[in-house]
């Protein structure tokens, strides 16, 4: 995690006046590192750190701010600035329509899903889409996108056998200026790498058919690759806008950073599965945030409200804003964590957390600890339980006796239920909706 690596680099510098070239060398190798590991191209991250360096050196070390999260903070704001910005990074509809969208990209990067998904998000815009397979080469291509269409409810065009991809894509803008469909989605043919056969082909329809917006489908997993693919097409077609699929899996999304940077056109959409809602409009900061590995605390909290009883969680937040989190409490806020997935993974989606995951291994309760733990717990008395501060050394000795543990087995469990009370009061404080701010420290 890069937010933890920055901070123990940074935890010298607490005190020094300035930041100077000497005293951030070595988080700016981490920096490095960290993109480099996340795929972002090698040449996209020489020009990024030494940008970051020249914001950097000069800085005066906050006080209030760990130096690495200062950093942490430069390196986030440029790496959002290096995609676009907070930017409307929203598609181009507003020409006379049938505003024409063309797909492109290498064979299976997902254009065909993707067409699919895009006339979906489309028609949620209260547009009336239609799909247009422009793949004659495999065989089941059109078949393909017809049983999108079909699944959808959105219309296919419908193209005669034989008939040139160029002439499909005109004779389907016509039809579609002639039928009401105000949105055209192109779904190209791919092949396997760039040839000049295929760029020919895209360039003819192109032409002819006058896309408001050429939108390279680029495979998120295939990293390098896909900046250097995404260069070819650009040269030949002017790409506008990049949507990246497969970002479900686990590529940590640098190749969409690199994208930018080569071509200049920003991703606007993002596809997370194969089903065919599974697109989102890509927000910058979310993917900054999974690069960085401070997390995506969006993520986070909807899978704890799915998974959270509501009503416990209330009865917790407000035992916590009192200040009256107990054992008790923090046996039934184990539980809830358990039914969340493992402790490290629920950690690991609260940015600055990751020093608490480091923390906290261990402490994933197994069904056998949580026996344990509910056994010891049982056999305090209520004021134990309401106060762990009264827990002294025979208390601890008769617990151990009543629940078949160890003392040890007690001061580890009162020493990581304080650790808890010590996070949840911090968690509580913020808020979800600034979480982000205060954790990541951002403004
Ligand atoms: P095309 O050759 O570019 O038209 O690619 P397809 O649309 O046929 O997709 C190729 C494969 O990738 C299919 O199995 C899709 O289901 C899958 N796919 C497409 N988009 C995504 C995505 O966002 N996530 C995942 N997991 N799979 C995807
Ligand atoms: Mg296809």
């Given at each position: 995690n890069l937010s933890d690596k920055l901070e123990s680099v940074f935890k010298k510098l607490r005190g020094q006046g300035v930041m100077t070239e000497d005293n951030i060398k070595d988080a700016l190798r981490e920096v490095r590192l960290a993109l480099l590991e996340a795929d972002v191209n090698f040449k996209v991250v020489k020009d990024f750190v030494e940008n970051v360096r020249l914001k950097a050196v000069g800085t005066e070390v906050m006080q209030s701010l760990a130096p690495g999260q200062q950093v942490v903070r430069i390196v986030h704001d440029e790496l959002i600035t290096l995609m676009g910005g907070d930017q409307d990074n929203n598609l181009d509809l507003a020409a006379k329509p049938p505003v024409v969208l063309m797909l492109v990209g290498l064979q299976g990067a997902g254009k065909t899903t993707t067409c699919g998904k895009l006339g979906s998000w489309l028609r949620k815009q209260k547009r009336r889409p239609l799909l247009v397979p422009a793949d004659v080469y495999r065989p089941a291509a059109i078949e393909q996108l017809k049983t999108v269409g079909r699944q959808l409810n959105i219309d296919v065009f419908d193209s005669q056998t034989g008939q040139e991809p160029v002439d499909i894509c005109s004779a389907a803008v016509r039809f579609a200026e002639l039928n009401g469909f105000d949105t055209v989605l192109l779904d190209t043919a791919g092949r396997h790498q760039i040839d000049d056969f295929l760029m020919n082909e895209l360039e003819r329809i192109k032409a002819a058919a006058q896309p408001r917006e050429i939108l390279f489908v680029a495979d998120a997993m295939t990293g390098q690759e896909a900046v250097t693919v995404a260069g070819g097409f650009n040269d030949r077609l002017g790409i506008t806008g990049v949507i990246l699929s497969k970002l479900d899996g686990d590529a940590k999304g640098g190749a969409a950073l690199s994208i930018k940077a080569v071509t200049?056109?920003?991703?606007?959409f993002v596809g997370l599965g194969e089903k065919l809602d599974a697109l989102e409009v890509f927000h910058p900061d979310r993917l900054v945030s999974r690069i960085l590995g401070m997390g995506d605390v969006l993520t986070l909290v909807e899978k704890a409200q799915s998974a959270l009883d509501e009503k416990e969680t209330a009865r917790l937040t407000q035992k916590l804003k009192k200040n009256q989190f107990d054992l008790e409490d923090f046996l039934a806020q184990l539980q809830q964590i358990k039914k969340l997935g493992s402790l490290e993974s629920i950690m690991g989606m609260i940015p600055g957390m990751g020093k608490m995951v480091k923390q906290m291994q261990g402490a994933q309760p197994s069904e056998k600890e949580m026996k344990r733990i509910e056994a010891i717990i049982r056999s305090m008395t209520p004021a134990e339980r309401a106060d762990h501060g009264i827990i002294n050394g025979s208390r601890r000795l008769r617990i151990a006796k009543g629940s078949g543990t160890t003392v040890q087995e007690i001061n580890l469990l009162l020493k990581r239920f304080t650790e808890a009370q010590k996070m949840m009061k911090q968690l509580t404080k913020l808020g979800p909706k600034n979480l982000m701010k205060g954790m990541g420290g951002l403004p």
């Amino acid at each position: 995690n890069l937010s933890d690596k920055l901070e123990s680099v940074f935890k010298k510098l607490r005190g020094q006046g300035v930041m100077t070239e000497d005293n951030i060398k070595d988080a700016l190798r981490e920096v490095r590192l960290a993109l480099l590991e996340a795929d972002v191209n090698f040449k996209v991250v020489k020009d990024f750190v030494e940008n970051v360096r020249l914001k950097a050196v000069g800085t005066e070390v906050m006080q209030s701010l760990a130096p690495g999260q200062q950093v942490v903070r430069i390196v986030h704001d440029e790496l959002i600035t290096l995609m676009g910005g907070d930017q409307d990074n929203n598609l181009d509809l507003a020409a006379k329509p049938p505003v024409v969208l063309m797909l492109v990209g290498l064979q299976g990067a997902g254009k065909t899903t993707t067409c699919g998904k895009l006339g979906s998000w489309l028609r949620k815009q209260k547009r009336r889409p239609l799909l247009v397979p422009a793949d004659v080469y495999r065989p089941a291509a059109i078949e393909q996108l017809k049983t999108v269409g079909r699944q959808l409810n959105i219309d296919v065009f419908d193209s005669q056998t034989g008939q040139e991809p160029v002439d499909i894509c005109s004779a389907a803008v016509r039809f579609a200026e002639l039928n009401g469909f105000d949105t055209v989605l192109l779904d190209t043919a791919g092949r396997h790498q760039i040839d000049d056969f295929l760029m020919n082909e895209l360039e003819r329809i192109k032409a002819a058919a006058q896309p408001r917006e050429i939108l390279f489908v680029a495979d998120a997993m295939t990293g390098q690759e896909a900046v250097t693919v995404a260069g070819g097409f650009n040269d030949r077609l002017g790409i506008t806008g990049v949507i990246l699929s497969k970002l479900d899996g686990d590529a940590k999304g640098g190749a969409a950073l690199s994208i930018k940077a080569v071509t200049g056109a920003p991703v606007k959409f993002v596809g997370l599965g194969e089903k065919l809602d599974a697109l989102e409009v890509f927000h910058p900061d979310r993917l900054v945030s999974r690069i960085l590995g401070m997390g995506d605390v969006l993520t986070l909290v909807e899978k704890a409200q799915s998974a959270l009883d509501e009503k416990e969680t209330a009865r917790l937040t407000q035992k916590l804003k009192k200040n009256q989190f107990d054992l008790e409490d923090f046996l039934a806020q184990l539980q809830q964590i358990k039914k969340l997935g493992s402790l490290e993974s629920i950690m690991g989606m609260i940015p600055g957390m990751g020093k608490m995951v480091k923390q906290m291994q261990g402490a994933q309760p197994s069904e056998k600890e949580m026996k344990r733990i509910e056994a010891i717990i049982r056999s305090m008395t209520p004021a134990e339980r309401a106060d762990h501060g009264i827990i002294n050394g025979s208390r601890r000795l008769r617990i151990a006796k009543g629940s078949g543990t160890t003392v040890q087995e007690i001061n580890l469990l009162l020493k990581r239920f304080t650790e808890a009370q010590k996070m949840m009061k911090q968690l509580t404080k913020l808020g979800p909706k600034n979480l982000m701010k205060g954790m990541g420290g951002l403004p």
